[in-house]
């Protein structure tokens, strides 16, 4: 069997470091990605190698082509052809109204989590499609229930960033199901993370809670596992879907 080595981008902190984890309990060798936060990547890699599993912390900003370029570059000759991506790192800012958001602001959500994705798919495809002597692969991309709820009065930005997330899915999943590659996005709902204290909100989980059907937040855990299940040949005749992690929202 081929080896197993996948980028999980933002691989150092919440979803993205419980899916670094797993996915080495799974037998992947990682790429753990990060942006500025080397600690937290590096704790990641310490503990799956203590755990006897194989892992890199990679330094790269996904919205810069050339540090994207240099992610695949540094995975493939550290650990080896690259079998799956996990596009998982993203942004969100303050929450406020679009009237009052700056352009500036459009551009960085847009940059990290629209144009950040399509790079990292874009190198991903560039090695593991058969059309190009690749050995075919899994894409997961990470959306969020908010391209279905649209985030209204918190970050629209944010919301509408995820419906191009569904899109790229849906589009991409077709363009390469004749290469060995299957492209799939799992959308959670309100899970238990740092990102809320960047919207200005450290206990947005807590106050959600009771809008979403389970009565509660989920944890990176429960987010993990559905990226795993659609990495894993488990999902083999799955491509262009999705699986909403958001306890029934
Ligand atoms: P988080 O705890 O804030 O972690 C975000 C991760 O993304 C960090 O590892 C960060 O790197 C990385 N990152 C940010 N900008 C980056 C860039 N330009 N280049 C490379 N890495 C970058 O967030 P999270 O809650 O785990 O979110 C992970 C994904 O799930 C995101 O796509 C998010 O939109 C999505 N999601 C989350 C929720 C939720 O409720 N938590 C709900 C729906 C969807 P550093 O560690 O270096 O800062």
Same mark, same amino acid.
């Given at each position: 069997?081929?080896?197993?080595?996948?980028?999980?981008?933002? @691989?150092? *902190?919440?979803?993205?470091?419980?899916?670094?984890?797993?996915?080495?309990?799974?037998?992947?060798?990682?790429?753990?990605?990060?942006?500025?936060?080397?600690?937290?990547?590096?704790?990641?890699?310490? *503990?799956?190698?203590?755990? @006897?599993?194989?892992?890199?912390?990679?330094?790269?900003?996904?919205?810069?082509?050339?540090?994207?370029?240099?992610?695949?570059?540094?995975?493939?000759?550290?650990?080896?052809?690259?079998?799956?991506?996990?596009?998982?790192? =993203?942004?969100?800012?303050?929450?406020?109204?679009?009237?009052?958001?700056?352009?500036?602001?459009?551009?960085?959500?847009?940059?990290?989590?629209?144009?950040? /994705?399509?790079?990292?798919?874009?190198?991903?495809?560039?090695?593991? /499609?058969?059309?190009?002597?690749?050995?075919?692969?899994?894409?997961?991309?990470? @959306?969020?229930?908010? +391209?279905?709820? =649209?985030?209204?009065?918190?970050?629209? %930005?944010?919301?509408?960033?995820?419906?191009?997330?569904?899109?790229?899915?849906?589009?991409?999943?077709?363009?390469?199901?004749?290469?060995?590659?299957?492209?799939?996005?799992?959308?959670?709902?309100?899970?238990?993370?740092?990102?809320?204290?960047?919207?200005?909100?450290?206990?947005?989980? %807590?106050?959600?809670?009771?809008?979403?059907?389970?009565?509660?937040?989920?944890?990176?855990?429960?987010?993990?596992?559905?990226?795993?299940?659609?990495? +894993?040949?488990?999902?083999?005749? +799955?491509?262009?879907?999705?699986? %909403?992690? +958001?306890?029934? *929202?």
């Amino acid at each position: 069997m081929a080896a197993k080595i996948v980028v999980v981008t933002g @691989g150092g *902190r919440g979803i993205g470091a419980a899916t670094s984890w797993l996915a080495a309990e799974r037998g992947y060798a990682v790429c753990v990605n990060y942006a500025r936060d080397k600690a937290s990547a590096e704790s990641v890699v310490a *503990r799956i190698a203590k755990a @006897g599993g194989k892992a890199i912390a990679v330094q790269a900003d996904v919205a810069v082509e050339a540090d994207v370029i240099r992610l695949f570059e540094t995975t493939t000759r550290d650990l080896g052809p690259v079998s799956a991506l996990v596009n998982n790192a =993203g942004i969100l800012e303050q929450q406020t109204r679009l009237d009052e958001m700056s352009a500036g602001r459009f551009e960085r959500v847009f940059a990290t989590n629209i144009l950040g /994705s399509f790079l990292c798919a874009r190198e991903a495809v560039r090695r593991m /499609s058969t059309k190009h002597g690749g050995a075919g692969g899994a894409i997961v991309n990470v @959306g969020s229930a908010a +391209s279905r709820l =649209g985030s209204p009065g918190e970050y629209v %930005d944010y919301a509408a960033s995820k419906g191009a997330i569904d899109t790229l899915t849906i589009g991409l999943a077709k363009e390469v199901a004749e290469e060995g590659i299957r492209v799939n996005a799992v959308r959670p709902g309100v899970i238990r993370t740092a990102i809320h204290a960047s919207g200005g909100e450290p206990g947005r989980v %807590d106050r959600v809670a009771k809008f979403v059907p389970m009565q509660r937040g989920g944890e990176p855990e429960e987010v993990a596992r559905a990226i795993l299940w659609f990495l +894993s040949e488990e999902s083999s005749y +799955s491509t262009g879907a999705f699986i %909403d992690v +958001s306890g029934g *929202r």
